[in-house]
């Protein structure tokens, strides 16, 4: 559907302008024909075959052009070009100067469409050089014997009364462009303090979303430390501490609001090697993992919620001897699920105490903080599987870069 047109703006304002001069310069040429046709004879028949003729088809030619709003400035250009040369040619071409009309020639009742067609065509300091001297022309020609010897007075008098109606519609034109342009200005000054506030506010609510991964890797990373009593715990403790300072670098070197994205394919690259950094052994498999893009932030918040699953299938779900998974698959319509679940002991997840942030906060908040959705299916004796679905990854050259389907193992031995 097309944006409704603003009430005031200089494009608007100068199409009912052009349209408005254009339809002045038909009513002023047919009120100048009954003069045209008294006055035809007096003038050389070349002169008159080919001047009236192109006055005319200009005066039509921008009126045409002002209602397809295409060309309106160069055909009033036209008209007043046109104008000023049929005025300046007009006593070269007396058929006889002994008998030369009285009153006034045809083409100075043509004289204000002229200074209007400039008004709109020129920029106002040219126009109103065109609508001083212009009339002037015709004043001096005017009291010219091949103009008809009038007094001098009167080509003054006509003279002055053509700048004084040019010089209103001259007014009136700069008066609406110039209140335009300011409406347009305000309205761009709008658009941009709103659009600085709107980015201000992405920034702050990245930044919030940035703070929560660094605070999650951070946290997560103390706990295990806290609970590493043995070799294989105390490893696992280091990788991840490397990685929460990994976290916090990141942190430091992008900015909030950069909109970077990954890929998709990135992304399973690094849940892979986190896979295969873990003490016990877990079975990987990729399927449908390709070039689609990800948000960084989305991205960050699916690692970090899978990195936290693999951690407590490490730590709680039993020995090296427990059968683990990470199924990392891209599917159709954009949507992503990565999948991590082990065949240990499980847990009932009602009897979670409130202060273990691992499941509630760092798998499940994580993943909902980037637009994600997080399900934790667990029993006592059954094991855990943990879930996550995110959909909005932006297809591309998905058939020219898609990786087969594989299976591998990842992790430590057992």
């Known amino acids: 559907m097309k944006a409704p047109?603003?009430?005031?703006?200089?494009?608007?304002?100068?199409?009912i302008l052009s349209r408005a001069v254009a339809g002045f310069g038909i009513v002023f040429g047919?009120?100048?024909?009954p003069a045209m046709l008294a006055q035809y004879g007096f003038a050389e028949p070349m002169w008159a075959m080919i001047a009236i003729p192109v006055v005319y088809a200009s005066l039509v030619f921008s009126l045409l052009c002002a209602l397809a709003k295409r060309f309106v400035v160069g055909a009033a250009r036209v008209v007043a070009f046109i104008y000023i040369a049929a005025l300046v040619t007009w006593p070269l071409f007396v058929a006889d100067p002994a008998q030369v009309q009285s009153g006034d020639h045809w083409l100075y009742q043509l004289t204000t469409v002229a200074t209007a067609a400039a008004a709109i065509g020129f920029r106002t300091r040219i126009a109103t050089i065109y609508l001083v001297v212009v009339p002037l022309i015709y004043g001096v020609i005017r009291a010219l014997p091949q103009g008809g010897t009038g007094?001098?007075?009167?080509?003054f008098f006509n003279?002055?009364?053509?700048?004084?109606?040019?010089?209103?519609?001259?007014?009136i034109v700069?008066?609406?462009?110039?209140?335009?342009?300011?409406?347009?200005?305000?309205?761009?000054?709008?658009?941009?303090?709103?659009?600085?506030?709107v980015r201000q506010h992405a920034t702050e609510v990245e930044r919030v979303q940035v703070d929560a991964i660094v605070h999650d890797s951070v946290l997560t990373t103390l706990l295990t430390a806290a609970r590493a009593h043995g070799d294989r715990e105390q490893a696992l403790a280091g990788r991840m501490a490397a990685d929460a300072m990994r976290h916090l670098a990141d942190a430091a070197l992008v900015t909030p609001d950069d909109g970077s994205t990954v890929r998709f394919r990135q992304l399973a690259d690094r849940l892979g090697a986190a896979a295969r950094g873990m003490p016990v052994a877990f079975s990987l498999r990729r399927r449908g993992v390709d070039a689609r893009i990800i948000p960084a932030g989305t991205a960050e918040s699916l690692y970090s919620a899978a990195m936290q699953a693999m951690v407590n299938s490490a730590q709680h779900a039993g020995g090296p001897g427990v059968r683990r998974w990470l199924h990392v698959t891209g599917m159709p319509e954009g949507l992503i699920e990565i999948v991590v679940g082990d065949a240990g002991a499980g847990f009932d997840l009602a009897s979670v105490p409130e202060e273990?942030?691992?499941?509630?906060?760092?798998?499940?908040?994580?993943?909902?903080?980037?637009?994600?959705?997080?399900?934790?299916?667990?029993?006592?004796?059954?094991?855990?599987?943990?879930?996550?679905?995110?959909?909005g990854a932006v297809d591309e050259a998905a058939d020219a870069d898609r990786d087969e389907s594989s299976d591998d193992t990842a992790g430590g031995t057992a």
């Open 5 to 15: 047109l603003a009430p005031l703006s200089r494009r608007r304002v100068d199409t």
């Open 30 to 33: 047919a009120q100048a024909i």
């Open 151 to 155: 007094p001098v007075e009167l080509g």
């Open 159 to 171: 003279a002055v009364y053509a700048i004084i109606l040019g010089a209103a519609v001259l007014v």
């Open 174 to 197: 700069t008066m609406l462009r110039v209140a335009a342009s300011n409406v347009d200005t305000a309205q761009q000054t709008a658009l941009s303090r709103y659009s600085r506030a």
């Open 356 to 391: 273990r942030l691992g499941v509630r906060r760092s798998i499940v908040e994580r993943t909902a903080s980037g637009g994600g959705t997080a399900e934790v299916a667990s029993a006592p004796g059954r094991g855990t599987v943990v879930t996550l679905h995110w959909s």
